[in-house]
C-alpha cells in the first residue's frame, strides 16, 4: 500500500508540473494540513551561509476526508534530509515547486506519504531535518523586469559572514510551509496566498531554538521577533556561540524572523535599538523619535504589551520590514519626520494586538496620522492620508467591476489586499475617530481583547456602545463590505441676508458613490469660516443650513479627510443674493 501512495504522489506532481488540467492536480491538496505546532533547533553557521534546521511539527487535518499525502515546502536553497513519523522513516517525493512565495521563485516540495491515513480534525506529528544556505537571491523579481537594484533593496534576506537577516514565509521559506503557487505577475495572487497561509497558521504556536556559530557571531547580537525570546551566550571550546530561545504563542500575523550581525546596542525604557558600527547618531534620533510618542502612543492604544526592537540593515537602500513590533530598518540617514512615523506604526504594534489585518495594520497607519498630527497640526495628518489616496482610488477601481457581486469577499475583514488593509483601513479609523470622539474611540480600544473577538462585529459593537449614534450603516459599507468610495458634491447653494446681519447658507450635498459618509461642509466668506458635519449616505443628497457673519463666496464638501473616488466636485463658488 505505501508504494502504491508513493507512486501515485510521484504521478501527480509529475502531472502539475507537466500542466495537466487543474481536476487531476486537485488529488494533491496542498492546504489540506494546518501547522499547528513547530518546535524547531536551527544552526546559523554565517561564515558558510548555512542554516541546519531539526525538529518537529505538527499537522492537523483540515478537510473533511481522510488525508495520506501531506506536502512539506522549504526554500529551494535548502535539503530535505530526513522526514520520519514514531520515529520511522517515511518514503517521500522531492521536486521543485514555483512559486513566488519564497525569494528564490522556487521552492522544495516534499510530499511526503504517511503510514496512516490522518482522520478529519486529527493530528500527525512528524520529526524533520533539512539545511542548505540562504544566499541574497532576486529571482522572483528580476524574472518579472524588476531592476536589480530595485530588487535587492526589496529582497536584502540572507546568511553571510558579516550579516545575516531573513525574513519568514512570503520571503524566504526557512521552516516548513504549505502553501498553493502564487505569481508576482499574477495580480494579488501572492498577497492572497500570502494571506490564507496567515489566517490559516493564526493560532499555531512556534518554538525554536537558534544558535548562531561562533565563527561569525559575538555574543548578544541575536536579534529575534518572538514575543518571548531569552538570549544567552554558550562556551564552545574557547568561543562563545549566541543561542536564542523563542516562543511564538501563537503565531498570529507575524511571520517568524531573525537577524545577526556585529551590532551595537542601545537599550531605552520602551525600545531596544540593534545598529551597525558609524550608525550611532542615527540609532539615537530614532530612540528619540520613538521616547517622544510613547505618551501618544499609551494614550491611545493602553501600554506597550513587549518592548519596541529596532534593528539596523547593512544595505542603506534596503527596504524596511516589521513583523510584530520588530522593524529592520537602515539606521543610515537621521531624519525625525521619517523616524517619528516608523515609530509611531513600531510602538503601535507593540501596544496593541489582534489578529484581524484591518484592525493591527489599520491602528497602526492611524497612527502614523496622530504623530503628525500633533508634531505638526491637523492639516500635515489630512496630508498624510491623502498621500495613500491615488493608490486607494486605483485599487477601488480596479474592483469595481466585481464589487457588485463580491461586496462582502472584497471587504476590509476579507480581503488580503495590502492597500485596503492599510490605506483604507487607516481612515475608517480616522473617520470614526471623527464621528465619535477621541474619548469614545479610545474606551472602544481600552476594551478590546484579541481572545473574545470571535466575529467580524466584536471590534464594530464596542464602538457602538460608546455612541448613542447608528453606525451601522458605516460599518456596513466600510467594514463589512466593499462597496467603493462616496464621490460627494454639492448639488446647490442658496445664500441669503437675515434681518440680523448674517447669513444663512442652504447647502444640498450629493454623494454619487457607493458609500456613505460624514464628512465637514465648510463655508468660506470674508472674516473666516464655519464648519458643520454632515452625514450623506451612498447614492442620496442631504441638505444643511449654516449661519455666517459675512457674505459666503465659497462652500467646500470635505476637508480631506473622508477618501473619495473624485476631488474635482468639491467646491462650490457663491453668489450672494439679497433677501
Known amino acids: 500500500m505505501m508504494k502504491f501512495f508513493t507512486r501515485l504522489a510521484t504521478t501527480l506532481s509529475l502531472l502539475c508540473l507537466l500542466g495537466a488540467p487543474r481536476a487531476r492536480c486537485l488529488a494533491l491538496d496542498r492546504e489540506a494540513f494546518i501547522f499547528t505546532n513547530y518546535d524547531l533547533n536551527v544552526r546559523l553557521e554565517p561564515e558558510q551561509q548555512r542554516m541546519g534546521v531539526r525538529g518537529k511539527i505538527t499537522l492537523w487535518n483540515d478537510t473533511a476526508v481522510p488525508q495520506k499525502i501531506a506536502v512539506l515546502q522549504i526554500s529551494s536553497s535548502l535539503d530535505w534530509r530526513s522526514i520520519t513519523v514514531g520515529g520511522k522513516p517515511v518514503q517521500f517525493v522531492m521536486q521543485s515547486y514555483t512559486t513566488d512565495i519564497d525569494h528564490t521563485g522556487t521552492l522544495s516540495e516534499a510530499i511526503v506519504t504517511l503510514p496512516q491515513e490522518v482522520a478529519p480534525h486529527a493530528t500527525v506529528e512528524l520529526e524533520i531535518g533539512y539545511e542548505g544556505v540562504i544566499p541574497l537571491d532576486t529571482t522572483r523579481l528580476t524574472r518579472i523586469g524588476t531592476p536589480d537594484d530595485a530588487a535587492k533593496s526589496a529582497d536584502w534576506d540572507q546568511i553571510s559572514p558579516n550579516f545575516s537577516a531573513v525574513r519568514g514565509v512570503g520571503y524566504v521559506a526557512w521552516y516548513p510551509i504549505a502553501t498553493e503557487s502564487a505569481n508576482l505577475s499574477d495580480g494579488d495572487s501572492l498577497f492572497e496566498v500570502l494571506s490564507r497561509w496567515k ?28 514575543p ?44 531596544d535599538l540593534h545598529y551597525l558600527p558609524g550608525h550611532e547618531v542615527p540609532a539615537a534620533s ?109 485599487t477601488e477601481r480596479s474592483l469595481g467591476a466585481t464589487q457588485s457581486q463580491d461586496q462582502a469577499n472584497g471587504s476590509l475583514i476579507n480581503t488580503p489586499d495590502e ?19 477621541d474619548a ?140
Open 199 to 226: 489566517q490559516r497558521e493564526i493560532g499555531s504556536q512556534m518554538h525554536f531554538k537558534i544558535s548562531v556559530s561562533p565563527d561569525g557571531a559575538q555574543p548578544g547580537d541575536l536579534v529575534v521577533n518572538a
Open 228 to 271: 518571548t525570546c531569552a538570549t544567552s551566550s554558550e562556551a564552545m571550546g574557547r568561543a562563545q556561540q549566541v543561542v536564542a530561545d523563542c516562543m511564538f504563542q501563537p503565531l498570529g500575523l507575524r511571520a517568524p524572523v531573525f537577524a545577526t550581525a556585529p551590532y551595537l546596542f542601545l537599550k531605552t525604557p520602551d525600545i
Open 286 to 394: 530614532y530612540a528619540e523619535a520613538a521616547r517622544k510618542l510613547v505618551p501618544l502612543i499609551t494614550g491611545w492604544f493602553g501600554r506597550l504589551r513587549e518592548k519596541a526592537v529596532t534593528a539596523d540593515l547593512a544595505n542603506p537602500d534596503a527596504a524596511p520590514f516589521e513583523s510584530g513590533a520588530l522593524l529592520l530598518t537602515p539606521l543610515v540617514r537621521a531624519n525625525s519626520e521619517i523616524y517619528g512615523l516608523a515609530a509611531a506604526h513600531q510602538l503601535t504594534h507593540a501596544a496593541f494586538r489582534s489578529f484581524r489585518p484591518w484592525i493591527e495594520e489599520g491602528l497602526a497607519h492611524f497612527a502614523q496620522a496622530l504623530y503628525l498630527e500633533q508634531a505638526k497640526g491637523r492639516q500635515a495628518a489630512l496630508d498624510y492620508i491623502g498621500s495613500h489616496r491615488a493608490a486607494l482610488v486605483a
Open 419 to 437: 492597500i485596503s488593509l492599510q490605506s483604507k483601513a487607516m481612515c475608517v479609523w480616522w473617520m470614526l475617530r471623527e464621528m465619535v470622539g
Open 440 to 579: 469614545a474611540l479610545k474606551k472602544a480600544l481600552s476594551l478590546y481583547r484579541p481572545e473574545q473577538d470571535k466575529e467580524p462585529s466584536y471590534m464594530p459593537r464596542l464602538i457602538q456602545a460608546q455612541t448613542p449614534r447608528d453606525l451601522e450603516w458605516f460599518f456596513d459599507d466600510w467594514i463589512y463590505r466593499d462597496r467603493g468610495l462616496p464621490d460627494l458634491k454639492i448639488a446647490s447653494v442658496f445664500s441669503r441676508k437675515a434681518m440680523t446681519g448674517t447669513y444663512v447658507v442652504t447647502i444640498t450635498v450629493q454623494n454619487l458613490g457607493g458609500a456613505g459618509a460624514e464628512v465637514p461642509v465648510i463655508v468660506n466668506f470674508a472674516g473666516g469660516e464655519v464648519k458643520k458635519r454632515l452625514e450623506v449616505r451612498a447614492k442620496s443628497q442631504t441638505t444643511t443650513r449654516i449661519e455666517t457673519s459675512g457674505a459666503p463666496e465659497e462652500i467646500v464638501v470635505n476637508d480631506g479627510s473622508v477618501p473619495e473616488s473624485d476631488f474635482t466636485n468639491n467646491t462650490f463658488k457663491v453668489e450672494t443674493q439679497s433677501p
